[in-house]
């Protein structure tokens, strides 16, 4: 088996020649040539999996410049030995730079927002809490034909089997869409379990993004099982749920990938006016959950007279209004949905464009007023 890897290693190394990565067999100290001897003896001395090849392979066939390569230290997750997280945290440092886009910035064209993962994500969605059965399968064939690209689930919403039907019924291919997924604290202790419990249930091959629902016994553990997933090309990017700034400052000295994304509570009524803008000033997209308030409080918050008359003014919906608010704070937006009237609409937020004073009326509306307890 070592054997095998370091032909396929020595191959590679070969056709990356053939290529010309610019300048890099001219470079001494601290470059490629000097890591790839380090790959070389982590080979001999760890268990590496083909996977790994894998993502070396992608860094490798990158062809990166010499630009892109000088200073960087190849041990990005700085314990000292080159390892699997660092080929993967390679491959993401790759991604980016190929992408030339920059990280947490919404696109209104593509309607998409790229990741510190280096993944594009859609900026809207499908929320699927209480959508069960037949429900949730006709809920995501609706969004998905209707243009939505973005489903959001989790193992605590019983429902990630149904989601897994309606991706199929949908017939939109599997890689133009983005499924996001969250482990339970219950699943926390045996998340490597949970993780491909969830790929099967979802009848996927990869989830675009799992998150952890809220911090709880073995969170850390988790993460670091939703690390490894990513190094071996199960999940795309991770991030966090329900996770608050003196959370994050406590937890992310402790992990080796920073987090793609946080998922919050956020709406007019509750626009976590410190928390969103401490979280992308670390180069994490922002997503909000019960964007309308949630069942049970969308009544008051889509009746509020604020919202309704800046509705009325660019002839749209409160809920368009109040999603299109939040575009324009880059913060992702799930709405969820059974009605496919509502799914369509809750698409069209980019025919225009509120004011800055529009904006400020909103930012007014905040209660710090909570709808649930995470
Ligand atoms: N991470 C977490 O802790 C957490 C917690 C809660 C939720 N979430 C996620 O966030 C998503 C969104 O939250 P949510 O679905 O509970 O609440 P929500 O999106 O705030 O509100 C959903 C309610 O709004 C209605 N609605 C949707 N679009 C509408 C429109 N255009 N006009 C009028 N009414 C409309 C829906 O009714 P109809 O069915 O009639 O359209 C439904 O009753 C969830 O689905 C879930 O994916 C995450």
Known sequence: ?????????????????????NGCDKMADNTVITSQTAIISDISQQNFTIQDIYNLQDFLLARPTEEDLRDKNYDLNGDGVWNVFDLCLMKRELLLIKQKKEVGVFDMESKTVLLNSGYEMPIIGLGTYSLLDDTCINSVVA????????IDTAYMYHNEESV???IKQSGVPREEMFIETKLYPNQYADAANAIDEALEKLDV????????????????????AMEQAVADGKIRSIGLSNWYIEELEDFLPQITIMPALVQNEIHP??????????????????QGWYPLGGRGYTAE???NETINSIAEVHNVSAA???LRWNLQRNVVVIPGSSNPDHIKENLE???????DEEMEKIKTLNRDEKHDWY
Do not use: W
Request: hydrophobic share 45%; aromatic share 10%.
């Open 1 to 21: 088996m070592k054997r095998l890897i370091l032909s396929v290693l020595t191959a590679l190394i070969t056709v990356t020649g053939a290529f010309g990565i």
């Open 143 to 150: 969004e998905l034909q209707s243009g939505g690209r973005l």
């Open 164 to 166: 897994g039907k309606g």
């Open 205 to 224: 091959d990869y989830i675009d993004l799992m998150l952890l629902h809220h911090p709880g016994t073995n969170d850390l553990e988790a993460y670091k």
């Open 269 to 286: 009524y509750y626009q976590e006016i410190e928390v969103v803008p401490y979280i992308q000033s670390l180069g994490i997209v922002m």
């Open 301 to 303: 918050l889509l009746g």
């Open 320 to 322: 368009q209004v109040i």
């Open 349 to 355: 937020l980019f025919d225009f464009k509120l004011s």
